[in-house]
């Protein structure tokens, strides 16, 4: 790509209004992370696009255990505190992580039966049933059947340029409809306070702002005002549409054709609430036009058997929960176990 080209929109997730996919983190990748953030005191690039729900961020449960099994050899090797670490995880992490009960066996993804590592399957499996998405782990063994990318810091990285990217295009674009917004509910609301229809007032906005464009000296100061925010929106555009350019070669695809429970935990990955069975089941209708989607009750039966679904709320479920942090009898009980403390 030359400097005067611009680069080509890449949309990676069929599933989702947002750009950017699913990350799925490993232990070995998270454990790096939390290091080099409590060492540095600098937010890691999983921080950072893990902040404030950007982008659905989630891990198998067994990898929340081997995060705290880690921390003893991390300590040591830096010189940090057990506790040092601990904090750093459990507040810079453990709350943006969706945690997912992985059900054993590999399901109809026949990629997770090349995965050599038992203690890397569940990851595997986890992947496999949210497609398309990017796994964050150093392991061989998630790396040679193409779960994961060869350097998952460069995903990383990419992943959180197209997180803040939009962060900031969404910040510009508030930042120039809130003034308009405003004016216009001023204007309607002062039109009925002297008793004359809403209409009116807007009427009258819509005429000032004519009336100030029409001068050309008028049109050249509000060019100098809009001009820069508008080039600096189409520089964040490039900027996240090279970075999806660059995760397009990474992003794990979804095992074919999809089973109910992977259409299932498609959806709900990409969830910001727990959703009914009734809806999940119209999404899936949505989302999967050229498959025959399963019908309602068997929709509520895959919600109710298989492990990595849960109730959120009253009948709404969920692609696995928020864990929290272990109590300090808890961690020390859980050291000893593993032979740590």
Request: charged residues 20%; aromatic residues 8%.
């Amino acid at each position: 790509m030359t400097g005067h080209e611009r680069p080509s929109f890449v949309r990676l997730d069929p599933y989702s209004s947002t750009p950017g996919v699913p990350a799925v983190l490993d232990a070995d990748a998270l454990l790096s992370s939390i290091r080099h953030h409590a060492l540095n005191d600098w937010p890691s690039r999983i921080a950072r696009f893990s902040e404030g729900g950007r982008l659905p961020v989630l891990a198998s449960e067994h990898v929340y255990w081997e995060v705290y099994k880690g921390l003893p050899k991390h300590a040591a090797e830096t010189g940090l505190s057990i506790d040092a670490l601990r904090a750093c995880f459990e507040t810079a992490y453990l709350p943006h992580i969706r945690w997912v009960r992985v059900a054993s066996g590999f399901g109809h993804d026949e990629r997770v039966l090349l995965v050599t590592d038992m203690t890397d399957v569940p990851t595997a499996h986890l992947a496999s049933l949210i497609a398309p998405c990017v796994v964050l782990s150093e392991d061989k063994s998630l790396r040679r059947p193409g779960f994961a990318g060869n350097q998952w810091r460069e995903v990383a990285g990419s992943t959180v340029a197209v997180a803040e990217t939009l962060a900031h295009q969404q910040g510009l674009a508030l930042g120039v409809s809130l003034p308009t917004v405003g004016s216009f509910k001023a204007a309607t609301a002062f039109s009925r306070r002297i008793q004359l229809p809403g209409w009116v007032g807007a009427l009258a906005l819509v005429g000032g702002v004519v009336w100030l464009l029409r001068d050309s000296r008028r049109r050249e100061v509000a060019g100098q005002v809009f001009t820069p925010l508008l080039d600096e929106f189409s520089r964040l555009q490039d900027e996240q549409h090279r970075a999806l350019a660059d995760l397009e070669a990474v992003v794990l695809e979804p095992a074919q054709p999809a089973g109910a429970k992977q259409m299932i935990a498609t959806i709900l990955a990409r969830a910001d609430e727990p959703v009914l069975a009734v809806d999940i089941h119209q999404a899936l209708a949505d989302h999967f036009p050229e498959a025959e989607g399963p019908p309602l009750k068997l929709v509520r039966q895959v919600l109710t058997e298989e492990p990595e679904f849960l109730h959120g709320q009253r009948y709404r479920w969920q692609l696995g929960r928020r864990l929290k942090a272990l109590r300090d009898s808890q961690l020390t009980a859980f050291l000893r176990a593993h032979g740590l403390a």
